[in-house]
């Protein structure tokens, strides 16, 4: 394939996974179809499959793009905080709520997500990206192997609940500071 056909055929796959994630995001999975997905990208289904194989498949891409969103997020805040190990634990982890909570992430990432891919498959992929960035942040900081998966599943648990939380209030602005306010404190018991 020529080099402006395969930068074509990128645009136009990275088009149609844009608009299927703003779709998924306002409607939710169940309520979206490929040809709302080809009409909002302003393509063919055709083009449509020739990409993605399936709704499910678009899914995961959608997926795999907003977490690597979430994570880039989180890992330029974390190297914004310093040196300390606690303050860039301190600083990802708050970067985790507003990269999930600013964006229409938590209805595909938390809601979705698991239901779509299945539960396995979901925690699977929570386990290689967010999960994983939190648990080196923890053990970086000085917390115990001994202690560190269960501390790691804690706190991944908190901070999904606290998004879904903050999704579903209806003043989202004055959720968010109760909820990095509860974080800090969960953050400084954690780390003494």
Do not use: C
């Not at 055929?9 to 703003?22: E, M, N």
């Not at 968010?176 to 509860?182: F, W």
């Amino acid at each position: 394939m020529p080099r402006a056909s395969a930068a074509a055929a990128a645009r136009t796959a990275q088009q149609v996974l844009d608009s299927a994630i703003d779709l998924f995001a306002a409607k939710g999975f169940a309520d979206v179809s490929l040809d709302d997905v080809a009409r909002s990208a302003g393509v063919t289904r055709g083009a449509v499959y020739h990409h993605y194989r399936n709704k499910p498949g678009l899914f995961r891409a959608a997926v795999a793009q907003l977490q690597a969103q979430v994570a880039e997020r989180v890992v330029g805040a974390a190297d914004r905080a310093g040196d300390d190990p606690g303050e860039q634990l301190r600083a990802g982890s708050h970067a985790f709520l507003d990269a999930i909570t600013a964006t229409h992430a938590v209805r595909i990432l938390l809601v979705d997500g698991p239901a779509v891919l299945g539960w396995e498959h979901w925690r699977l992929l929570d386990a290689e990206n967010s999960a994983a960035h939190l648990s080196e942040a923890l053990r970086a900081a000085g917390v115990p192997d001994g202690l560190l998966g269960a501390l790691t599943a804690q706190l991944s648990g908190a901070m999904n609940e606290a998004a879904l939380w903050i999704a579903r209030h209806d003043d989202a602005s004055t959720a968010r500071e109760q909820a990095h306010a509860a974080l800090a404190r969960l953050l400084t018991a954690a780390l003494t």
